[in-house]
């Protein structure tokens, strides 16, 4: 049968859906029609593809990192020194000291035997290449571990004060609201600056304040979700037959309620990364020479006289940082389309 | 609406009682050494004073009681001077900067809110401007490159885009620069030659007739202006581009212009004021949180404000400092948001009659 016949205008494509003989992939089988929706909105307009791309070449970086910037010594991600001199030395700058591999793609790109500061040494002469292609990987891995952590702590609060509603909500929620009158970057770098005399100069005292201070937006989101979801017949019919809450809760609401969620807690990623590179800019995170870009970004502070001259050290991580946070906001911003309620069943 | 009010004022206490317990969660992490920073100034030299201090201020009792005492202070038995007590305007001493935090927070304070009071205006009429041109052309060019932009600007992270401005109009065009003020205005400052009547330097300047003066001080505020409006700007497009799109569905524009009205009426004075009321929220925030100190920006731009010794207290590792610092801001935030949520219940009818 033909679309048209049913309705001339065309216009009701859903109903027409719904009475074709559409052929069902096995994708959409498997996570069900909504969610499917939604893993169409990530390549459906440019914007998402070209923020897509950019993901997966960061991806590729930090899995191939050892190859594109072999490394020297034992710990990879201490960016290696060119010398101990203060100021940064230009692009292209032979390397003198300490040279490390030279990668077998430069060799038979350029034909040249020597390794070069491709993009210049910032000051201490540690290599800003080296810095950008490891600190990818410091990206991924506290933008990663950040999420996970911070999705837990709003899904368990969240659902809870969703789920049990009344004095427990009100409660969980007042201290939401507690925790966002404050503000987000002042906070984590007040709670890793008391942290760190405890654990010592490391990623971890930026990655727990971030968890401690990041969670709010994501139990919010779980909690509406789960409100509009506790009301269905099915979890009605799993109430009646018995089930303990926790797992009603577990078994049968969360599971239709979190899909939403985790799409934009993964998309998240990017502010992580923007936030943690912000607190290292401050000074506060890991020690001086690990490869992160915010911290390659905070030797800049101390040129701020002839940042004409030596351009370099802000231009190539600033870009690097703002081209990983576009690539996620890119994919974000799709889905932030594709998840608006009111934009539900247009698609 | 009273309703409302009283409701939200309610709030209040609720919101001081737990913000002041996060950070004082978090001073319980320090050892008691660095916790004597809250009643005096000197660092205890043996082990006997560590031992008196821990004593005379309780530093060793249960998590409650020091709350109690860090409210409301310890009076001395012999001198009858109260010491600490944040109640009493007391957030401890900073021994990093040797002063008294509450000092930090006079020096400084004016100087978020003169950068603060300039940055509103470019910023909220520039990104309202650039929202309803986009969605009066939606989907047209104007709107692309408005959606481009406001991509951008999410992205570009504050303290990059700082340091690429720095990088353009200080160190390559030496137009404008960074810091507060020249060598030869803060010699007038401090001779008192220039009457601060506000303790804003531009405004007394003005207040001063001291024009060249105000320039100086315009030239130092430029580029975080700059910064701070670029980073909201991308924000207030977006949310005026979709407010303004709602509002021009609605069946009332449709009426107007079917009477007949001139476009430029039916959105300049049907569409747009309704389409106001999210932004004024929005507003609101921003300007609350510029008052908030904006850490990155001062700190790129060398700037004397709240945001800049929060940041250099940080890393120092100033802990006692620094938590003063966030129980002022803090203690900010919750009141110009009560201000800002009272404001919008008498703009809004729906929260105004309900």
Not at chain 1, 137 to 145: D, E, H, K, P
Not at chain 1, 208 to 217: L, V
């Amino acid at each position: 049968m033909t679309e048209n016949n049913i309705n001339p205008t065309g216009d009701n494509k859903l109903l027409a859906e719904t009475h074709s003989t559409r052929k069902i992939s096995w994708l959409e089988r498997t996570v069900g029609p909504d969610n499917y929706r939604i893993l169409k909105g990530l390549v459906k307009t440019p914007a998402s593809i070209i923020g897509m791309i950019l993901i997966a070449i960061f991806i590729l970086i930090a899995i191939f990192a050892p190859v594109i910037a072999p490394p020297v010594g034992n710990d990879p991600f201490k960016m290696p020194r060119d010398g101990f001199v203060g100021e940064p030395k230009g692009p292209g700058s032979p390397w003198k000291k300490n040279v490390p591999d030279v990668p077998f793609w430069y060799q038979t790109l350029t034909g040249n035997e020597e390794w070069v500061h491709l993009l210049g040494t910032a000051q201490g002469q540690y290599d800003i290449f080296y810095g950008i292609v490891w600190g990818t990987r410091t990206a991924f891995q506290t933008g990663f571990i950040v999420v996970v952590a911070t999705v837990l702590i709003g899904v368990i609060l969240g659902s809870i004060a969703a789920y049990y509603g009344g004095g427990v909500d009100n409660l969980i929620m007042r201290i939401t609201d507690i925790f966002m009158t404050l503000p987000y970057i002042m906070m984590a770098l007040i709670f890793s600056s008391v942290l760190t005399p405890i654990l010592g100069r490391s990623l971890l005292p930026p990655m727990i304040a971030m968890i401690a201070f990041g969670w709010m937006g994501y139990a919010r989101i779980i909690r509406s979700d789960i409100l509009s979801i506790k009301e269905r017949d099915y979890v009605l019919a799993a109430k009646a037959s018995g089930l303990k809450s926790g797992r009603i809760l577990f078994k049968h609401i969360l599971p239709n309620a979190i899909f939403p969620t985790l799409v934009l807690a993964s998309l998240g990623i990017g502010d992580v990364v923007l936030g943690f590179a912000a607190l290292s800019f401050l000074g506060i995170g890991t020690e001086v020479g690990y490869a992160d870009w915010g911290q390659i970004l905070s030797f800049a502070r101390n040129w701020i006289t002839s940042l004409d001259k030596y351009w370099y050290i802000v231009v190539y991580p600033g870009i690097t940082l703002t081209l990983f946070v576009m690539g996620w906001n890119l994919v974000g911003d799709a889905m932030r389309d594709v998840l608006d309620p009111r934009m539900r069943g247009k698609s | 609406m009273t309703n409302y009010i009283i409701r939200r004022l309610l709030l209040v206490p609720v919101l001081l009682i737990g913000v002041t317990l996060i950070i004082f969660g978090m001073l319980q992490l320090l050892g008691p050494v660095e916790r004597s920073a809250l009643y005096v100034r000197d660092f205890p030299k043996n082990e006997k004073q560590i031992e008196g201090l821990i004593k005379k201020y309780g530093l060793d009792k249960s998590f409650f009681e020091q709350y109690w005492r860090w409210l409301n202070g310890v009076v001395d038995p012999g001198s009858g001077e109260r010491q600490g007590g944040i109640l009493y305007g007391d957030f401890g001493y900073s021994r990093t900067a040797s002063q008294p935090v509450v000092d930090i927070v006079k020096e400084r304070f004016p100087n978020t809110v003169d950068l603060a009071l300039w940055t509103i205006y470019p910023m909220l009429s520039v990104g309202i401007w650039l929202g309803v041109k986009a969605a009066v052309n939606q989907n047209k060019f104007v709107d692309q490159a408005a959606r481009v932009y406001s991509i951008i600007g999410t992205s570009f992270p504050t303290f990059v885009f700082g340091l690429l401005i720095l990088m353009l109009l200080y160190a390559k065009a030496g137009w404008f620069m960074p810091g507060k003020m020249s060598d030869w205005v803060s010699k007038l400052v401090f001779s008192g030659e220039l009457k601060q009547y506000t303790h804003l330097l531009s405004i007394d300047a003005l207040l001063n007739l001291r024009f060249d003066v105000f320039w100086d001080a315009m030239r130092h505020m430029i580029m975080p202006i700059i910064t701070l409006s670029y980073i909201n700007w991308a924000t207030f497009l977006r949310v005026t581009r979709s407010s303004m799109l709602e509002t021009l569905r609605q069946d009332y524009v449709v009426t107007a212009r079917a009477k007949g009205l001139k476009e430029n009426d039916v959105i300049n004075r049907h569409a747009r004021p309704n389409a106001m009321l999210p932004i004024v929220t929005m507003a609101g925030s921003s300007i609350v949180g510029l008052l908030g100190g904006v850490v990155l920006t001062e700190t790129v731009f060398n700037y004397p404000g709240i945001g800049k010794a929060a940041a250099d207290a940080a890393a120092n590792l100033d802990v006692v400092t620094i938590l003063g610092l966030a129980i002022f801001t803090g203690t900010i935030l919750i009141l110009s948001n009560l201000i800002v949520d009272i404001i919008y219940a008498f703009i809004d009818p729906r929260v105004r009659l309900a």
